[in-house]
């Protein structure tokens, strides 16, 4: 098995929490260097995990011994440098949103064709195992035909936020977003805009703002409800079927399926668990 060499671009949280830990579990992949504009920081990763090169540059550090990079930086400092690491001839793998500009990701993406190169959006519940196991209930034809999708996201301030995320139009919308689009886009296929309703507003000296999305797809419709300013912190994805409904708790990675033909119990959501884990 060949060993892949990696790079980490950016040292911040989601490098730090999600890219460096998921690539040292990989038994064929080497994190080999890191670059940030934070040296210190880059110095304080490098340490923690082991990582042998630390750049400032962002030229010698795509010109040092690395076969890919995962770029874990803000969304607009993406095309620059999704564009470099293409140029020097990287496969690449990025957070989401991948641009901030439709016509930046596209342009993007046919560089990536033409120097056959991989270029990768972290779409990352795609590959949890409660989506997985819902798609294949789907295909299965337990569920029949898809009626429609949605996606529900109520997010607290109190949770660990970027401070940059202002900063995007949309603000924490605009980062976060992105996780329901593709998760429906995943069941209904390529999907247009019908409708989006957009409320902000402070109660209790506390901003709340809401976002109800409505999207057209090949197999179906979907609805994107999302609440930043909630109590709580939860995201869900359900999908309604002619046979059932599929429900799925994306913290949790749990998957439920209801047919409409069985008796909604306790026992039997129990076993649904047991039967689709």
Request: one cysteine or more; charged letters at 25%.
């Amino acid at each position: 098995m060949d060993i892949i060499k990696v790079g980490i671009i950016g040292s911040g949280w989601v490098a730090e929490q999600r890219h460096i830990p998921a690539f040292k579990r990989i038994k064929n992949c080497i994190i080999s260097a890191i670059y940030s504009l934070d040296k210190e920081k880059a110095e304080k990763l490098a340490n923690q995990f082991s990582i042998p090169y630390v750049f400032n540059d962002l030229e010698a550090f795509l010109n040092s011994s690395i076969d890919c990079v995962t770029i874990c930086t803000p969304p607009f400092t993406h095309a620059e440098l999704i564009y470099a690491s293409l140029l020097a001839n990287k496969h690449v793998m990025v957070e989401k949103p991948m641009t901030m500009k439709e016509e930046e990701g596209e342009e993007l993406e046919e560089l990536a064709l033409q120097k056959q190169l991989i270029l990768m959006p972290v779409h990352n519940f795609l590959f949890c195992d409660s989506i997985l196991k819902a798609k294949k209930i789907y295909e299965s034809g337990r569920l029949g035909k898809i009626l429609g999708v949605g996606g529900i996201q109520w997010s607290s301030w109190q949770r660990p936020l970027p401070k940059w995320y202002k900063d995007l139009p949309g603000g924490l919308f605009f980062d976060e977003a992105p996780h329901l689009i593709y998760l429906t886009q995943y069941f209904i296929g390529e999907l247009s805009v019908e409708k989006v309703w957009h409320e902000s507003k402070i109660i209790n000296h506390q901003s709340l703002e809401r976002w109800e999305v409505i999207l057209k797809g090949k197999k179906g419709n979907g609805v994107l409800s999302i609440w930043l300013g909630a109590p709580i912190s939860e995201w869900f994805f359900y999908v309604h079927g002619t046979e059932g409904t599929i429900i799925v708790d994306i913290f949790r990675d749990i998957m439920f399926f209801y047919s409409k033909e069985i008796k909604r119990t306790p026992l039997y959501l129990i076993e649904t668990i047991v039967k689709d884990s």
